[in-house]
């Protein structure tokens, strides 16, 4: 994908960044099938953010390639647990149903294209890789970075309300942070977020 990312120091950057998250991963998840499978990710999800934030779109190569790790780890883990297949397959079923809907109500009520259809096929891969709670926290995630992004754009006049804005870019961003945070902490996180800090585990 050299051809969407000509600049060389942002090649760079986007180098050492993927190897800082290899070493975060490794850190975090040791030498096990979370860690190929989040390996192979880490690449995918960063180009995915580049490409869309560059060109306003998301080839169906980087989305037909996070199909496929999607449905090989499904399996392989699915093995031990039929569950665990069902968990992932509902996954993408809710990706692809939330942003499919919001895609065409936001397309009827405003007459525009309210998300890509692009964002859509990228949220279904990713459920099916983060599976049901996975893919819940992404989206919740990734729309909470875009309202805060789209506040400091508009407080800085940077952007209009009638603009797209690529929204690949915040769920790759929000994919990271579900890769890297522990379930339990980011749902407590979420939480205290959406209850106003009343939320408490006692």
Do not use: C, H, W
């Not at 942003?99 to 065409?104: D, M, N, P, R, V």
């Not at 259809?117 to 990734?142: H, N, P, R, S």
């Not at 309202?147 to 508009?154: D, F, H, N, T």
Request: aromatic share 14%; proline share 2%; charged share 10%.
């Amino acid at each position: 994908f050299t051809q969407y990312i000509p600049n060389q120091k942002l090649n760079m950057f986007l180098f050492f960044s993927t190897m800082m998250l290899y070493v975060a991963i490794l850190y975090l998840f040791g030498i096990s099938l979370t860690t190929l499978k989040y390996l192979l990710l880490t690449p995918l999800l960063i180009s995915v953010l580049v490409i869309d934030f560059k060109e306003r779109i998301i080839p169906d190569r980087l989305i037909l390639i996070l199909f496929e790790i999607g449905m090989v780890f499904s399996i392989i883990e699915g093995f031990g647990s039929l569950n665990i297949f069902v968990y992932k397959i509902l996954g993408m079923i809710i990706g692809f149903g939330i942003f499919g809907l919001i895609t065409l109500i936001g397309g009827l009520l405003t007459k525009k294209k309210a998300m890509g259809y692009g964002d859509v096929k990228l949220m279904a891969a990713l459920g099916l890789i983060f599976g049901e709670i996975g893919i819940l926290m992404i989206i919740v995630i990734a729309f909470l970075i875009a309202a805060l992004v789209s506040i400091v754009l508009l407080v800085a006049k940077k952007k209009k309300f009638t603009e797209y804005i690529a929204f690949g870019p915040y769920i790759s961003i929000a994919s990271f942070v579900v890769m890297l945070s522990s379930t339990n902490g980011l749902l407590f996180v979420l939480l205290k977020i959406f209850t106003l800090g009343t939320y408490s585990l006692g």
